[in-house]
């Protein structure tokens, strides 16, 4: 996508939005509620069609070769439009059907054997025959991904894909959303929960109204968004690490009242000397640890930098209280 806008009306929810989704790889869009993750899912596969900016899915424009771009493609809606009074089974028969995978001179037997496999692959293979109003919400997403992969597509796109789920249901579909980018598949899943993006984004886009603040690995995020290295020091009296913050090699500071100081160096080199510098004060060092920054910690980063303030928040850090301690340079 190159600089696409689309608007509803009076309301923008793309506005020259750019990034790049690689290949064989879980590319997540972050975003509050609002931020234009929907409808960018849309335009990528041409179900929206915005007037403005350049889009090309799987090397074609999906405004103008739809029919092109969405047999390659899966979706997996937060609310998937699944038929209630049809069986888990005659859900997939149907959409085997619509993409072809189902009809004239494809034998039945590889027809059932292809439903059968997607369903076991997301463990619903023994509910096929129940109807599905009867499923829980866990089993209709799981339907709703064995039916999104049914045809093999070689893009799969996930909106919000643990929305309503149990923590066990959500952990196994993230589970299988890995697996899918380990076995080939390029995948999208927009979603504003961080910690269910943690560890399997291989590529990240922060959005904010319809424009993306950041693209690039979490690597890459890192280096750009986080000042220096990160360990937590804490004291038998906290207030004593203050001192540090205008030390040798200390580019940030942060500490909450009788908190851990979060303290950011140029490099883990510094570690040792700030410790030996405190003990040589007399401070009582309790704990050093280093801290390597979450995808958390990463999207505030990001949305904080875009508000003007440069300080990396560690877990999302409130904005800082008259009695904080807290230095940056």
């Given at each position: ?12 929810a ?10 064989d ?6 975003g ?9 899912i ?23 070769d ?35 995978v189902a ?20 463990g ?14 866990g ?23 643990t929305?309503?789920?149990d ?16 076995a ?28 993306a ?7 890459e ?59 040589a004060?007399?401070v ?45 340079r």
């Amino acid at each position: 996508m190159d600089g696409v806008t689309h608007r509803f009306g009076d309301v923008t929810a793309l506005d020259r939005l750019s990034f790049v989704v690689p290949s064989d790889a879980v590319t997540v869009l972050l975003g509050p509620n609002g931020a234009g993750k929907t409808t960018a899912i849309r335009a990528i596969t041409g179900a929206l069609s915005p007037a403005e900016g350049s889009i090309l899915t799987l090397g074609v424009d999906p405004r103008t070769d739809g029919d092109a771009v969405r047999p390659r493609c899966g979706v997996v809606s937060a609310k998937p439009a699944l038929y209630d009074r049809l069986s888990g089974w005659d859900n997939l028969l149907y959409a085997a059907r619509l993409y072809g995978v189902a009809g004239r001179g494809v034998p039945r037997h590889e027809v059932d054997q292809r439903i059968r496999s997607s369903a076991a692959r997301f463990g619903i293979d023994a509910a096929l025959e129940h109807q599905v109003a009867g499923y829980s919400t866990g089993m209709k997403t799981r339907l709703a991904l064995a039916r999104a992969v049914l045809h093999e597509p070689d893009l799969v796109l996930f909106d919000e894909p643990t929305s309503g789920l149990d923590p066990e249901s959500a952990h196994a579909v993230l589970e299988l959303i890995t697996d899918m980018a380990a076995a080939g598949r390029t995948v999208v899943m927009c979603t504003h929960l961080l910690a269910e993006a943690e560890g399997i984004a291989d590529h990240v886009v922060v959005l904010e109204a319809g424009s993306a603040l950041v693209t690039g690995t979490p690597e890459e995020v890192t280096r750009r968004y986080w000042p220096g290295d990160l360990v937590l020091i804490e004291a038998e009296a906290p207030d004593q690490l203050d001192r540090i913050a205008n030390w040798r090699g200390v580019v940030g500071y942060d500490r909450d009242p009788g908190q851990a100081a979060r303290v950011h160096v140029d490099g883990p080199g510094r570690v040792p000397d700030l410790v030996a510098g405190l003990v040589a004060d007399g401070v009582r060092v309790t704990r050093v640890e280093p801290h390597q920054p979450t995808l958390e910690d990463l999207y505030f980063a990001v949305r904080r930098a875009a508000r003007g303030d440069g300080l990396a928040p560690v877990r999302g850090v409130v904005p800082a209280a008259p009695e904080r301690i807290r230095s940056v340079r």
